[in-house]
C-alpha cells in the first residue's frame, strides 16, 4: 500500500463519517520501490494530500526527507517533486495495521493488500 | 462465462465464485484475457479523461489486475477494490502497478470526498443485485455502492461501469440506486444485435449532464445513414420469395439471406445448408 493511497483512505464503519480520517498507521514491514516519475502527475496530486496525515504516516514509517508542506511554485520544482514523488510512490507498506480512529477498529494490512470487509454491524446503514 | 444456462451471481457470493481456479483462467486463458482487456479499453475511451493528463482512478472489482494493467500502460494511476482474496493473490502474482484493497463495494468506498479522477468497473456490479446473505438487501447495497462512489469521485468526474446484467428490471434497479445517489448519465449498449457481443456500459457523470457516447454498431463501420433508403429495390425481393418453393434449399438460402440483412446472427451457408434429410426429420 503506498502512502497516497493511506493519505486518502478513510475509515467506513456506520457512523464515523468525515472523523475516519485519518487511519493510523502501524507498519511492520515496509519496502521501498522504484517507481518511474512523473511530475504532471505528483503536482495534480500535492493540492489533495492532507499534509498532517502525511507528516504523521512518514514519521511513523521513520523517512527522511519529507518536505513539511507544499511551497511556493511547487508545480516547477523538480527537487520538491521527486522527495513527494519518493514519498507517495515509492515507499510501500507491506504487513501492519490500520486503525479508525473515531471507532478503533483495526484493519490488517497483508502483502501489501488492506483488508477494508466490514462486518454486518460496522456496515453504514 | 462458464455456464451457458447459469448465471455465476445464483451459485453464491464473489469471493467464493472466485476461487483459485477461477482466478487461473483470468491470468491463463488467453479470450478472457482478450475479452477482459478490450472492455477495459472501450471503458477508459468512455470514461473521456482529458488527453495527455496521468489521471488517479479507482477500478471496481479489479479482479486479477487485467483492467488495472491497461490503466497503467495509458499512463495513468488507479487502485483496485475486489472482493476475493483468490483474485486478489494473482494480482499479486502480477506484479500490478496499481494499489490493491479487500473490500466489498456493497460495503461503500473508503475514501475521502473527491479523491479519484475517474471510475471504472469491468463485469462487477451486477454481483451486488442478488443477495447472497439474508440480511443483504440489493437496493440497499446499491444505494450504498453509488452514493460513497458519488462522493469520492471529483466534482465532474465520471463513471464507467461494464456489467451484464440479468434482465431489463436489474438493470432498472441498478440505474435508479445511481440516480438517487446524485449521478447523471445513462447506459451505452454496444453490438445490441449480437448476442454475443453485445455489451453494457453504464455512463455516470457526477457533475451537470452532458452527452452520452454513442454505441458502436457492426454498421458502423460500412458507415450506412440512419434513414431507410427508398428505392425499388424492395419489389424484387418479394417477387423473389413468391416463386420459390417452402422448405426448398432456396427458400432455406433466401430466408438466411433476410435475416442476415435485418443484422442477426446466421450460421454460414455450407454444402448442409437446406440438404434432403432421411423422412425422420
Redesign the interface.
Known sequence: ??L??HN?????VRGVGSR??PLRLQATEVRINP?EF?P??VA??IP?V?WAALLEAADTLHLVEVPKGPIEGYEHDEKFLRQMHHVL?EVDVLEGTLQCPESGRLFPIS????????S?EE??? | MAFRSKRPEHGGPPELFYDKNEARKYVQNSRMIDVQTKMAGRALELLCLPEG??C?LLDIGCGSGLSGDYLSDE?H?W?G?D?SPAM?DAA?DRDT?G??????MG??????P??FDGCISISAVQWLCNAN?K?DIPA?RLY?FFS?LYSVLVRGARAVLQLYPENSEQLELITTQATKAGFTGGVVVDFPNSAKAKKFYLCLFSGPSTFLPKALNESNDEEETKESEFTSERVPYRMARRGLVRKSRQWVLEKKARRRRQGREVRPDTLYTGRRRKPRF
Open positions: 500500500m503506498k497516497l493511497t486518502l483512505l478513510s475509515s467506513h475516519g480520517f517507481v512523473n504532471d502527475f495534480r496530486m489533495k492532507e510512490l502483502r501489501g493488500i488492506p483488508n477494508m470487509l466490514l454486518d456496515t453504514e446503514t | 493528463q496521468p488517479y499512463g494511476y487502485v477494490i472482493i486478489l499479486l502497478e494499489d490493491l484493497l479487500l473490500g466489498d460495503q461503500g468506498i473508503p475514501f475521502r473527491g479523491s446473505k440480511s440497499k450504498c460513497s
